[in-house]
Protein backbone atom coordinates (compact mmCIF):
# COMPACT_ATOMS: atom_id res chain seq x y z
CA UNK A 1 0.00 0.00 0.00
CA UNK A 2 1.34 3.57 -1.10
CA UNK A 3 0.23 6.48 0.62
CA UNK A 4 -2.74 6.61 -1.72
CA UNK A 5 -3.93 3.71 -0.28
CA UNK A 6 -4.18 1.71 -3.35
CA UNK A 7 -2.62 -1.25 -4.03
CA UNK A 8 0.97 -0.84 -5.79
CA UNK A 9 0.70 -1.23 -9.75
CA UNK A 10 4.12 -3.15 -9.95
CA UNK A 11 3.22 -5.52 -7.32
CA UNK A 12 -0.07 -6.32 -8.34
CA UNK A 13 -1.43 -4.43 -11.20
CA UNK A 14 -4.97 -6.34 -11.58
CA UNK A 15 -5.72 -5.47 -8.20
CA UNK A 16 -4.54 -1.67 -8.53
CA UNK A 17 -7.18 -2.01 -11.40
CA UNK A 18 -10.03 -2.43 -9.52
CA UNK A 19 -9.53 0.22 -6.60
CA UNK A 20 -8.47 2.59 -9.10
CA UNK A 21 -12.08 2.00 -10.81
CA UNK A 22 -13.91 1.78 -7.89
CA UNK A 23 -11.71 4.85 -5.72
CA UNK A 24 -11.93 7.25 -8.75
CA UNK A 25 -15.85 6.66 -8.99
CA UNK A 26 -15.62 5.84 -12.52
CA UNK A 27 -17.49 2.26 -12.50
CA UNK A 28 -18.97 -0.45 -10.40
CA UNK A 29 -20.93 -4.03 -11.28
CA UNK A 30 -24.45 -3.53 -12.40
CA UNK A 31 -26.81 -6.44 -10.54
CA UNK A 32 -26.55 -8.88 -13.66
CA UNK A 33 -23.88 -10.84 -14.64
CA UNK A 34 -20.89 -9.06 -16.40
CA UNK A 35 -23.11 -5.16 -16.57
CA UNK A 36 -21.57 -2.11 -16.20
CA UNK A 37 -22.44 1.18 -13.75
CA UNK A 38 -20.48 3.88 -15.74
CA UNK A 39 -20.08 6.79 -12.92
CA UNK A 40 -20.21 10.39 -13.92
CA UNK A 41 -16.23 10.93 -13.80
CA UNK A 42 -15.84 7.74 -15.95
CA UNK A 43 -18.82 8.42 -18.04
CA UNK A 44 -17.35 12.40 -18.80
CA UNK A 45 -13.88 10.45 -19.52
CA UNK A 46 -16.26 8.65 -22.56
CA UNK A 47 -18.20 11.99 -23.79
CA UNK A 48 -15.21 13.58 -24.56
CA UNK A 49 -13.50 10.44 -26.04
CA UNK A 50 -16.74 10.39 -28.14
CA UNK A 51 -16.93 14.12 -29.37
CA UNK A 52 -13.41 13.54 -30.23
CA UNK A 53 -14.30 10.35 -32.18
CA UNK A 54 -17.69 12.15 -33.74
CA UNK A 55 -15.83 15.14 -34.59
CA UNK A 56 -13.27 13.31 -37.11
CA UNK A 57 -16.27 11.24 -38.98
CA UNK A 58 -18.13 13.95 -39.61
CA UNK A 59 -14.82 15.79 -40.91
CA UNK A 60 -14.11 12.45 -43.19
CA UNK A 61 -17.52 12.64 -44.59
CA UNK A 62 -19.64 10.27 -42.26
CA UNK A 63 -23.45 10.77 -41.06
CA UNK A 64 -25.40 9.27 -37.53
CA UNK A 65 -28.05 7.14 -37.85
CA UNK A 66 -29.52 4.82 -35.44
CA UNK A 67 -31.11 1.43 -35.80
CA UNK A 68 -32.43 -1.05 -33.23
CA UNK A 69 -31.27 -3.15 -30.70
CA UNK A 70 -32.86 -5.98 -31.32
CA UNK A 71 -32.54 -8.31 -34.77
CA UNK A 72 -34.83 -10.98 -36.40
CA UNK A 73 -32.44 -14.28 -35.42
CA UNK A 74 -33.33 -15.28 -39.45
CA UNK A 75 -31.41 -11.94 -40.33
CA UNK A 76 -28.10 -12.18 -38.04
CA UNK A 77 -27.79 -15.46 -39.58
CA UNK A 78 -27.17 -14.87 -43.39
CA UNK A 79 -23.67 -14.63 -43.23
CA UNK A 80 -22.68 -17.70 -41.98
CA UNK A 81 -19.07 -16.73 -40.50
CA UNK A 82 -20.70 -13.85 -38.69
CA UNK A 83 -23.20 -15.70 -37.38
CA UNK A 84 -21.00 -18.86 -36.21
CA UNK A 85 -18.10 -16.10 -34.86
CA UNK A 86 -21.08 -14.72 -32.43
CA UNK A 87 -22.50 -17.41 -31.70
CA UNK A 88 -21.31 -18.48 -28.47
CA UNK A 89 -21.78 -14.37 -27.27
CA UNK A 90 -25.13 -13.57 -28.36
CA UNK A 91 -27.89 -13.25 -25.90
CA UNK A 92 -31.26 -13.95 -27.50
CA UNK A 93 -34.83 -12.24 -26.52
CA UNK A 94 -38.04 -15.32 -26.48
CA UNK A 95 -40.71 -13.92 -24.53
CA UNK A 96 -42.23 -10.87 -24.68
CA UNK A 97 -45.55 -9.37 -23.99
CA UNK A 98 -46.20 -12.29 -22.09
CA UNK A 99 -45.91 -14.89 -24.57
CA UNK A 100 -43.78 -16.82 -26.60
CA UNK A 101 -42.06 -14.94 -29.51
CA UNK A 102 -43.08 -16.86 -32.70
CA UNK A 103 -39.16 -15.62 -34.00
CA UNK A 104 -36.48 -15.21 -31.31
CA UNK A 105 -34.77 -12.07 -31.50
CA UNK A 106 -30.84 -11.55 -31.24
CA UNK A 107 -29.94 -8.53 -28.65
CA UNK A 108 -27.09 -6.79 -31.47
CA UNK A 109 -23.95 -8.28 -30.42
CA UNK A 110 -22.60 -5.98 -33.59
CA UNK A 111 -25.22 -4.41 -36.20
CA UNK A 112 -23.77 -5.36 -39.84
CA UNK A 113 -27.13 -7.80 -40.09
CA UNK A 114 -29.84 -5.58 -39.62
CA UNK A 115 -27.69 -2.75 -41.50
CA UNK A 116 -26.90 -4.80 -44.49
CA UNK A 117 -30.37 -5.78 -44.83
CA UNK A 118 -31.79 -1.99 -45.26
CA UNK A 119 -29.18 -1.10 -47.39
CA UNK A 120 -30.82 -3.70 -49.89
CA UNK A 121 -33.33 -0.67 -50.23
CA UNK A 122 -31.21 1.95 -49.83
CA UNK A 123 -29.14 0.79 -52.89
CA UNK A 124 -29.80 0.29 -56.50
CA UNK A 125 -27.55 2.40 -58.50
CA UNK A 126 -23.48 3.50 -58.42
CA UNK A 127 -25.26 6.86 -57.53
CA UNK A 128 -26.38 5.83 -54.49
CA UNK A 129 -22.83 5.05 -53.18
CA UNK A 130 -20.74 5.47 -51.19
CA UNK A 131 -23.40 5.02 -47.95
CA UNK A 132 -21.48 6.74 -44.96
CA UNK A 133 -23.08 6.01 -41.77
CA UNK A 134 -22.14 5.55 -38.50
CA UNK A 135 -23.97 5.08 -35.45
CA UNK A 136 -23.42 5.16 -31.26
CA UNK A 137 -25.15 2.37 -29.47
CA UNK A 138 -24.92 -0.40 -26.63
CA UNK A 139 -24.07 -3.73 -27.67
CA UNK A 140 -24.21 -7.05 -25.92
CA UNK A 141 -21.46 -10.01 -25.75
CA UNK A 142 -22.21 -12.40 -23.21
CA UNK A 143 -18.64 -12.70 -21.50
CA UNK A 144 -17.45 -15.37 -18.99
CA UNK A 145 -14.74 -13.61 -17.45
CA UNK A 146 -15.80 -9.33 -17.22
CA UNK A 147 -13.80 -6.68 -16.14
CA UNK A 148 -15.11 -3.35 -15.95
CA UNK A 149 -14.43 -1.26 -19.11
CA UNK A 150 -12.00 -3.97 -20.70
CA UNK A 151 -14.93 -6.93 -21.04
CA UNK A 152 -17.89 -6.52 -19.74
CA UNK A 153 -21.45 -8.07 -21.27
CA UNK A 154 -22.82 -4.85 -22.55
CA UNK A 155 -20.79 -1.84 -23.90
CA UNK A 156 -21.14 1.57 -25.20
CA UNK A 157 -19.71 1.88 -28.72
CA UNK A 158 -19.60 3.19 -32.21
CA UNK A 159 -20.40 1.16 -34.98
CA UNK A 160 -19.58 2.60 -38.28
CA UNK A 161 -21.03 0.94 -41.92
CA UNK A 162 -20.24 2.05 -45.44
CA UNK A 163 -20.86 0.80 -48.32
CA UNK A 164 -18.49 1.02 -51.57
CA UNK A 165 -19.25 0.69 -55.60
CA UNK A 166 -15.52 -0.49 -55.77
CA UNK A 167 -13.30 -2.95 -53.65
CA UNK A 168 -10.25 -0.58 -53.58
CA UNK A 169 -12.83 2.37 -52.39
CA UNK A 170 -13.63 0.00 -49.37
CA UNK A 171 -9.88 -0.69 -48.76
CA UNK A 172 -9.03 3.07 -48.62
CA UNK A 173 -11.83 4.04 -46.11
CA UNK A 174 -11.35 0.78 -44.26
CA UNK A 175 -7.50 2.22 -43.78
CA UNK A 176 -8.94 6.13 -43.24
CA UNK A 177 -10.91 5.09 -40.29
CA UNK A 178 -8.25 3.42 -39.07
CA UNK A 179 -6.06 6.18 -39.40
CA UNK A 180 -8.44 8.56 -37.64
CA UNK A 181 -8.74 5.63 -34.59
CA UNK A 182 -4.83 5.65 -34.51
CA UNK A 183 -5.15 10.05 -34.30
CA UNK A 184 -7.66 9.69 -31.00
CA UNK A 185 -5.58 6.87 -29.37
CA UNK A 186 -2.51 9.13 -29.77
CA UNK A 187 -3.42 12.66 -29.61
CA UNK A 188 -6.52 12.82 -27.75
CA UNK A 189 -6.05 9.42 -24.93
CA UNK A 190 -1.97 9.91 -25.23
CA UNK A 191 -2.00 6.46 -25.64
CA UNK A 192 1.07 5.46 -28.82
CA UNK A 193 -0.61 2.22 -30.99
CA UNK A 194 0.72 0.15 -33.88
CA UNK A 195 -1.20 0.19 -36.51
CA UNK A 196 -1.61 -3.47 -38.42
CA UNK A 197 -3.50 -6.58 -39.80
CA UNK A 198 -4.81 -9.31 -38.08
CA UNK A 199 -4.00 -12.74 -39.03
CA UNK A 200 -6.20 -15.04 -40.50
CA UNK A 201 -7.67 -16.67 -37.02
CA UNK A 202 -7.83 -13.25 -35.38
CA UNK A 203 -10.28 -11.70 -37.86
CA UNK A 204 -13.51 -10.37 -37.33
CA UNK A 205 -16.39 -13.09 -38.48
CA UNK A 206 -17.46 -12.08 -42.12
CA UNK A 207 -14.68 -10.00 -42.74
CA UNK A 208 -11.81 -10.35 -45.47
CA UNK A 209 -9.66 -8.09 -43.28
CA UNK A 210 -9.49 -6.44 -39.92
CA UNK A 211 -7.54 -3.87 -39.55
CA UNK A 212 -6.17 -2.94 -35.62
CA UNK A 213 -4.60 -0.63 -33.74
CA UNK A 214 -2.30 -1.96 -30.93
CA UNK A 215 -1.60 -0.12 -27.57
CA UNK A 216 0.79 -1.52 -24.42
CA UNK A 217 -0.51 -1.07 -20.68
CA UNK A 218 1.73 -0.02 -17.81
CA UNK A 219 1.86 -3.90 -17.26
CA UNK A 220 3.44 -4.39 -20.34
CA UNK A 221 0.27 -6.29 -21.96
CA UNK A 222 -1.29 -5.93 -25.16
CA UNK A 223 -4.89 -3.89 -25.80
CA UNK A 224 -6.75 -3.99 -28.99
CA UNK A 225 -7.69 -0.49 -29.21
CA UNK A 226 -10.10 -0.28 -31.75
CA UNK A 227 -10.82 -2.00 -35.08
CA UNK A 228 -11.86 -1.69 -38.69
CA UNK A 229 -12.47 -4.09 -41.18
CA UNK A 230 -12.90 -4.60 -44.74
CA UNK A 231 -15.84 -6.54 -45.60
CA UNK A 232 -15.35 -7.15 -49.02
CA UNK A 233 -18.23 -8.80 -50.67
CA UNK A 234 -19.45 -10.90 -47.97
CA UNK A 235 -22.40 -8.70 -46.49
CA UNK A 236 -23.37 -7.60 -50.02
CA UNK A 237 -23.65 -11.12 -51.11
CA UNK A 238 -25.33 -12.54 -47.93
CA UNK A 239 -27.43 -9.38 -47.48
CA UNK A 240 -28.14 -9.25 -51.70
CA UNK A 241 -26.79 -5.68 -51.67
CA UNK A 242 -26.48 -4.88 -55.53
CA UNK A 243 -26.66 -1.47 -57.96
CA UNK A 244 -26.08 -0.89 -61.32
CA UNK A 245 -22.42 0.24 -62.08
CA UNK A 246 -21.65 2.54 -64.43
CA UNK A 247 -21.89 -0.11 -67.18
CA UNK A 248 -24.94 -1.15 -66.56
CA UNK A 249 -23.55 -4.19 -64.57
CA UNK A 250 -25.09 -6.06 -61.76
CA UNK A 251 -22.63 -5.42 -59.09
CA UNK A 252 -22.29 -6.46 -55.09
CA UNK A 253 -21.69 -3.57 -52.97
CA UNK A 254 -18.55 -3.91 -51.21
CA UNK A 255 -18.80 -3.01 -47.69
CA UNK A 256 -16.07 -1.91 -43.87
CA UNK A 257 -17.36 -1.78 -40.74
CA UNK A 258 -15.30 -0.10 -37.70
CA UNK A 259 -15.85 -0.03 -34.00
CA UNK A 260 -14.51 2.12 -31.06
CA UNK A 261 -15.81 1.16 -27.35
CA UNK A 262 -15.85 2.25 -23.61
CA UNK A 263 -12.38 0.09 -23.18
CA UNK A 264 -10.43 2.78 -24.37
CA UNK A 265 -11.67 4.59 -20.83
CA UNK A 266 -9.92 0.98 -19.35
CA UNK A 267 -6.97 1.81 -21.46
CA UNK A 268 -6.63 5.27 -20.34
CA UNK A 269 -6.78 4.06 -16.91
CA UNK A 270 -3.85 1.07 -17.39
CA UNK A 271 -1.62 3.31 -20.06
CA UNK A 272 -1.17 5.99 -17.64
CA UNK A 273 -1.90 5.34 -14.33
CA UNK A 274 0.58 5.34 -11.38
CA UNK A 275 0.93 4.90 -7.85
CA UNK A 276 -1.47 7.38 -6.49
CA UNK A 277 -4.07 6.82 -8.73
CA UNK A 278 -5.29 7.96 -12.60
CA UNK A 279 -3.03 10.27 -14.66
CA UNK A 280 -5.49 11.52 -17.29
CA UNK A 281 -4.94 13.22 -20.32
CA UNK A 282 -5.94 16.55 -20.33
CA UNK A 283 -7.98 16.23 -23.68
CA UNK A 284 -10.22 13.84 -21.66
CA UNK A 285 -9.73 14.99 -18.33
CA UNK A 286 -13.48 16.05 -17.47
CA UNK A 287 -11.89 18.10 -14.86
CA UNK A 288 -8.54 19.85 -16.09
CA UNK A 289 -7.55 22.05 -13.34
CA UNK A 290 -8.86 21.78 -9.67
CA UNK A 291 -8.57 25.26 -7.22
CA UNK A 292 -8.33 23.86 -4.09
CA UNK A 293 -8.42 27.77 -1.29
CA UNK A 294 -6.58 26.90 1.97
CA UNK A 295 -7.59 28.91 5.03
CA UNK A 296 -8.15 29.01 8.94
CA UNK A 297 -10.49 31.20 9.95
CA UNK A 298 -13.36 32.97 8.65
CA UNK A 299 -11.75 35.99 7.12
CA UNK A 300 -9.37 34.07 5.36
CA UNK A 301 -11.80 32.02 3.93
CA UNK A 302 -13.69 35.01 2.60
CA UNK A 303 -10.62 36.27 1.24
CA UNK A 304 -9.28 33.26 -0.53
CA UNK A 305 -12.27 31.93 -1.35
CA UNK A 306 -13.14 35.52 -3.60
CA UNK A 307 -10.16 35.29 -4.88
CA UNK A 308 -10.35 31.51 -6.21
CA UNK A 309 -13.49 32.24 -7.68
CA UNK A 310 -11.74 34.79 -9.90
CA UNK A 311 -9.34 32.54 -11.12
CA UNK A 312 -11.94 29.94 -11.79
CA UNK A 313 -14.01 32.47 -13.82
CA UNK A 314 -11.04 33.61 -15.66
CA UNK A 315 -9.68 29.60 -16.42
CA UNK A 316 -13.38 28.80 -17.13
CA UNK A 317 -13.21 31.88 -19.51
CA UNK A 318 -10.05 30.50 -20.99
CA UNK A 319 -12.25 27.38 -22.28
CA UNK A 320 -10.70 25.62 -19.10
CA UNK A 321 -12.74 22.75 -17.11
CA UNK A 322 -12.02 23.82 -13.70
CA UNK A 323 -13.42 22.84 -10.42
CA UNK A 324 -13.23 24.99 -7.06
CA UNK A 325 -13.32 22.76 -4.65
CA UNK A 326 -15.15 25.08 -1.52
CA UNK A 327 -16.16 22.11 0.49
CA UNK A 328 -15.73 22.71 3.80
CA UNK A 329 -15.97 19.23 5.58
CA UNK A 330 -12.87 18.66 3.95
CA UNK A 331 -9.33 19.83 4.83
CA UNK A 332 -6.96 20.36 1.93
CA UNK A 333 -4.46 17.08 2.55
CA UNK A 334 -7.87 15.00 1.35
CA UNK A 335 -8.33 17.03 -1.57
CA UNK A 336 -5.36 17.08 -2.89
CA UNK A 337 -5.34 13.14 -2.49
CA UNK A 338 -8.77 13.21 -3.82
CA UNK A 339 -8.16 14.65 -7.27
CA UNK A 340 -4.82 12.69 -7.38
CA UNK A 341 -6.48 9.64 -7.10
CA UNK A 342 -8.97 11.08 -9.93
CA UNK A 343 -5.80 12.15 -12.58
CA UNK A 344 -7.12 16.10 -12.49
CA UNK A 345 -4.02 17.29 -14.50
CA UNK A 346 -3.10 20.77 -12.73
CA UNK A 347 -3.80 21.44 -9.19
CA UNK A 348 -3.76 25.40 -8.04
CA UNK A 349 -3.36 25.65 -4.33
CA UNK A 350 -4.38 29.05 -3.13
CA UNK A 351 -3.82 30.27 0.76
CA UNK A 352 -3.55 34.04 2.49
CA UNK A 353 -0.09 34.58 1.69
CA UNK A 354 -0.67 33.91 -1.77
CA UNK A 355 -3.58 35.88 -2.00
CA UNK A 356 -1.51 38.71 -0.01
CA UNK A 357 1.53 38.06 -2.31
CA UNK A 358 -0.83 37.97 -5.99
CA UNK A 359 -0.03 34.89 -7.17
CA UNK A 360 -0.96 30.85 -6.82
CA UNK A 361 1.05 27.21 -6.59
CA UNK A 362 0.69 25.02 -9.41
CA UNK A 363 1.52 21.49 -8.68
CA UNK A 364 1.45 19.00 -11.68
CA UNK A 365 0.04 15.82 -11.32
CA UNK A 366 3.02 14.09 -13.78
CA UNK A 367 5.87 14.89 -11.61
CA UNK A 368 4.52 16.73 -8.86
CA UNK A 369 6.64 19.60 -9.70
CA UNK A 370 5.02 22.61 -7.78
CA UNK A 371 5.70 26.21 -9.39
CA UNK A 372 4.37 29.91 -8.60
CA UNK A 373 2.71 31.46 -10.88
CA UNK A 374 1.23 35.26 -10.53
CA UNK A 375 -2.48 35.42 -10.29
CA UNK A 376 -2.52 37.25 -13.37
CA UNK A 377 -0.35 34.64 -15.51
CA UNK A 378 -2.32 31.45 -14.33
CA UNK A 379 -5.26 31.40 -16.65
CA UNK A 380 -3.37 33.12 -19.60
CA UNK A 381 -0.60 30.18 -19.39
CA UNK A 382 -3.02 27.12 -18.59
CA UNK A 383 -3.75 26.21 -21.81
CA UNK A 384 0.16 26.08 -23.03
CA UNK A 385 0.41 23.78 -20.01
CA UNK A 386 -2.44 21.36 -20.41
CA UNK A 387 -0.77 21.16 -23.76
CA UNK A 388 2.44 20.24 -22.52
CA UNK A 389 1.16 17.72 -19.96
CA UNK A 390 -0.77 15.98 -22.81
CA UNK A 391 2.39 15.58 -24.78
CA UNK A 392 4.38 14.77 -21.99
CA UNK A 393 1.76 12.01 -20.62
CA UNK A 394 2.23 10.96 -24.47
CA UNK A 395 6.20 11.12 -24.67
CA UNK A 396 6.20 8.53 -21.60
CA UNK A 397 4.15 6.36 -22.65
CA UNK A 398 6.24 5.91 -25.90
CA UNK A 399 9.21 5.55 -24.13
CA UNK A 400 7.55 3.10 -22.01
CA UNK A 401 6.32 0.96 -25.30
CA UNK A 402 9.79 1.70 -26.62
CA UNK A 403 11.68 0.26 -24.09
CA UNK A 404 9.36 -2.95 -24.04
CA UNK A 405 9.22 -3.79 -28.12
CA UNK A 406 11.72 -6.59 -28.79
CA UNK A 407 12.86 -8.19 -32.48
CA UNK A 408 12.95 -11.99 -31.53
CA UNK A 409 16.37 -13.59 -32.03
CA UNK A 410 15.19 -16.78 -31.00
CA UNK A 411 11.96 -18.88 -29.94
CA UNK A 412 13.35 -19.22 -26.54
CA UNK A 413 14.33 -16.41 -26.15
CA UNK A 414 11.05 -14.97 -27.03
CA UNK A 415 9.02 -17.45 -24.56
CA UNK A 416 11.97 -16.35 -21.40
CA UNK A 417 11.33 -12.51 -22.31
CA UNK A 418 7.55 -12.80 -22.57
CA UNK A 419 7.59 -14.66 -18.90
CA UNK A 420 9.91 -12.18 -17.29
CA UNK A 421 8.76 -8.59 -18.99
CA UNK A 422 5.68 -9.16 -21.45
CA UNK A 423 5.88 -6.40 -24.36
CA UNK A 424 5.32 -6.73 -28.16
CA UNK A 425 7.70 -9.11 -29.56
CA UNK A 426 8.40 -9.39 -33.36
CA UNK A 427 10.25 -12.07 -35.36
CA UNK A 428 9.33 -14.22 -38.86
CA UNK A 429 6.22 -16.53 -39.09
CA UNK A 430 5.31 -18.86 -41.63
CA UNK A 431 1.68 -17.79 -41.62
CA UNK A 432 0.35 -21.12 -41.18
CA UNK A 433 -2.23 -21.05 -38.44
CA UNK A 434 -1.62 -24.25 -36.97
CA UNK A 435 1.91 -22.91 -36.15
CA UNK A 436 0.14 -19.59 -34.71
CA UNK A 437 -1.55 -22.11 -32.21
CA UNK A 438 1.05 -24.05 -31.25
CA UNK A 439 3.26 -20.98 -30.61
CA UNK A 440 -0.14 -19.11 -28.54
CA UNK A 441 -0.48 -22.76 -26.58
CA UNK A 442 3.15 -22.31 -25.11
CA UNK A 443 3.52 -18.51 -25.05
CA UNK A 444 0.00 -17.73 -23.36
CA UNK A 445 0.56 -15.09 -26.49
CA UNK A 446 -1.30 -13.98 -29.65
CA UNK A 447 -0.51 -12.42 -32.78
CA UNK A 448 -1.27 -9.14 -32.47
CA UNK A 449 -0.77 -7.73 -36.01
CA UNK A 450 1.07 -8.00 -39.19
CA UNK A 451 2.36 -5.02 -41.11
CA UNK A 452 -0.73 -3.76 -43.15
CA UNK A 453 1.23 -4.70 -46.33
CA UNK A 454 2.88 -7.94 -45.94
CA UNK A 455 6.07 -7.90 -45.35
CA UNK A 456 8.64 -11.29 -46.07
CA UNK A 457 11.23 -11.36 -43.39
CA UNK A 458 13.98 -12.75 -45.21
CA UNK A 459 14.21 -15.60 -42.92
CA UNK A 460 12.53 -18.46 -41.38
CA UNK A 461 9.80 -19.11 -38.73
CA UNK A 462 10.86 -18.74 -35.16
CA UNK A 463 9.21 -21.19 -34.32
CA UNK A 464 8.42 -24.14 -36.72
CA UNK A 465 11.46 -22.83 -39.07
CA UNK A 466 10.07 -23.35 -42.66
CA UNK A 467 9.99 -19.97 -45.02
CA UNK A 468 9.14 -16.96 -43.18
CA UNK A 469 6.15 -15.24 -45.12
CA UNK A 470 4.89 -12.50 -43.21
CA UNK A 471 6.49 -10.54 -39.75
CA UNK A 472 4.34 -10.88 -36.67
CA UNK A 473 3.89 -9.06 -33.35
CA UNK A 474 2.87 -11.16 -30.61
CA UNK A 475 2.17 -10.25 -26.85
CA UNK A 476 -0.04 -11.44 -24.16
CA UNK A 477 -2.97 -9.34 -24.17
CA UNK A 478 -6.12 -8.46 -22.57
ZN1 LIG B 1 5.91 -21.46 -38.16
Known amino acids: MSTSGLPSPDDDFPAWYVEVVRRAELAEHGPSRGSMIIRPHGYAIWELTQRALDDRFKATGHENLYFPLLIPMGLLSKEADHVEGFEPQVAV ?250 GVPVRVELGPRDVAAGRAVLVSRLGGDREEVALADVATGMVGRLADIQAALFADAIAFRNANSHQITSFDAFATGLDEGGGFWTGAWCGNEECEAEISARTKATIRFLPIEPREPGSACMHCGRPGVDTATWARAY
Request: glycine share 8%.
Open 93 to 342: VTRGGGEELEEPLAIRPSSESIIWNTYRRWVQSYRDLPLLYNQWANVMRWELRPRLFLRTTEFLWQEGHTAHATSDEAMAEALRMLDVYRQVAEDVLAIPVFPGRKSPGERFPGAVETFTIEGLMRDAKALQCGTSHFLGQNFGRAYDVTFLDADGHQEHAWGTSWGFSTRMVGATIMAHGDAAGLRLPPAVAPIQVVIVPIYRSDDERASVLATADGLRADLATAGIRVRLDDRDQHRPGYKFAEWELK
